[in-house]
């Protein structure tokens, strides 16, 4: 009757590093572990090492460039490509105008995509939505 949810594929929860409120950052920035960014990153965004890395975007902050991590959770604004391998969540106040690719996606209410948003399960194959006739 009730469904567990799977808590593996939720983000991890430590945070190693911050780029904190009225911060600007000029180039591509590579993290390994956990990052929080509630400033402003005109660069790409990259997780390295083992397991990935989880990436955590506030309601305040803002990334123009490509993101690759492989746990995602946005509540910011992103001008850019996103690729999450494992695990994206956009928050209510999540503004994101590029393609984004996700394994395992949680989208609340409010949340605003412009581009395409690409399932990249086992297949690595995009899903098609095809109206139903009227016939």
């Not at 939720?10 to 590093?17: A, E, G, L, V």
């Not at 996606?105 to 995509?113: F, K, Q, R, S, T």
């Amino acid at each position: 009757m009730f469904l567990k949810k799977d808590k593996s594929i939720k983000p991890q929860s430590r945070i190693d590093s911050l780029i904190g409120v009225g911060t600007k950052v000029e180039g591509d920035v590579t993290f390994a572990g956990g990052l929080r960014v509630d400033g402003e990153v005109k660069g790409n965004v990259r997780s390295t090492g083992e397991g990935g890395g989880t990436l955590v975007i506030s309601e305040q902050a803002r990334i123009e460039g490509e993101i690759h991590v492989s746990h995602l959770v946005i509540n910011g604004t992103i001008i850019g490509p996103v690729y999450s391998s494992e695990f994206l969540e956009l928050q209510p106040k999540a503004r994101v105008t590029g393609d984004v690719q996700y394994n395992s996606l949680e989208m609340h209410l409010g949340a605003i995509v412009q581009g395409r948003l690409v399932h990249q399960g086992g297949t690595g194959k995009a899903v098609e939505l095809k109206l139903a006739s009227s016939n």
